[in-house]
């Protein structure tokens, strides 16, 4: 299995509450990404990362940011938490083959609720 | 949205039958992948195949691909109770994936 450990695993907290999800690889790839996965809509990309200190938005980005400050650590913000963000997070990994998009490596998921 | 559809959202087969999963998508790509999950889980990776191909075969599993239908099917032969998952198929360009709503499969014993 691929070295991707998300914490916490499950979280509970109130509206307009900063909330801080970690995704920590220990297979030096280079890709980094965070997903929300709700009922209905599948998995959504929320943010992804090609390198220390470079990400971009992916299609669901409002209300959250992301840094990454070694190639090992992911981190997902929500600044100040709503309902609508309840959700399962998910981090994801990708190296390269042979130079073009490989594939995916999965966490096991971070569920929150917000209150 | 850039996400894609897959079809049907749920489906349920006796062991032993084969299940048929579609897919379609919007988007350009350099390989599609397809994906299960387990109840609580995260997605583990079944299956890629490259823009360029038109099909693919790994065990039980045969997946292709038609890129100027955009659409894409995954097979599994000779279903069994452990087959039972969610699948998405995914659609990768440049490193970026996005996903399908996926397929409920359930394979009665």
């Known amino acids: 299995d691929a070295g991707i450990t998300q914490s916490p695993r499950h979280k509970v907290t109130e509206t307009g509450t900063p909330v801080t999800l970690r995704c920590h690889q220990t297979e030096n790839h280079r890709y980094m990404y965070w997903y929300r996965q709700d009922p209905g809509h599948g998995l959504r990309l929320i943010h992804y990362s090609y390198g220390v200190k470079d990400t971009d938005k992916g299609e669901v980005s409002d209300g959250y940011s992301v840094s990454r400050s070694k190639t090992e650590d992911f981190l997902l913000t929500l600044e100040s938490a709503t309902s609508s963000q309840t959700s399962v997070y998910f981090c994801?990994?990708?190296?390269?083959?042979?130079?073009?998009?490989?594939?995916?490596?999965f966490g096991e998921g971070s569920r929150l609720t917000v209150l | 949205s850039q996400q894609g559809e897959e079809d049907p959202q749920a489906l349920s087969i006796q062991e032993g039958e084969n299940a048929t999963m579609n897919c379609s998508y919007k988007t350009s790509i350099n390989n599609l992948q397809w994906y299960r999950q387990n109840s609580g889980r995260g997605l583990v990776h079944l299956i890629l195949i490259r823009s360029n191909e038109r099909e693919k075969h790994s065990g039980r599993l045969r997946v292709t691909l038609d890129t100027s239908k955009k659409s894409s099917s995954l097979l599994i032969t000779a279903s069994r109770a452990a087959d039972t998952a969610s699948y998405f198929c995914?659609?990768?360009?440049?490193?970026?994936?996005?996903f399908g709503t996926g397929t409920s499969l359930t394979v009665i014993p």
């Open positions: 995914a659609t990768a360009l440049y490193n970026q994936f996005y």
């Open positions: 994801a990994i990708s190296g390269t083959m042979g130079g073009s998009t490989g594939e995916l490596f």
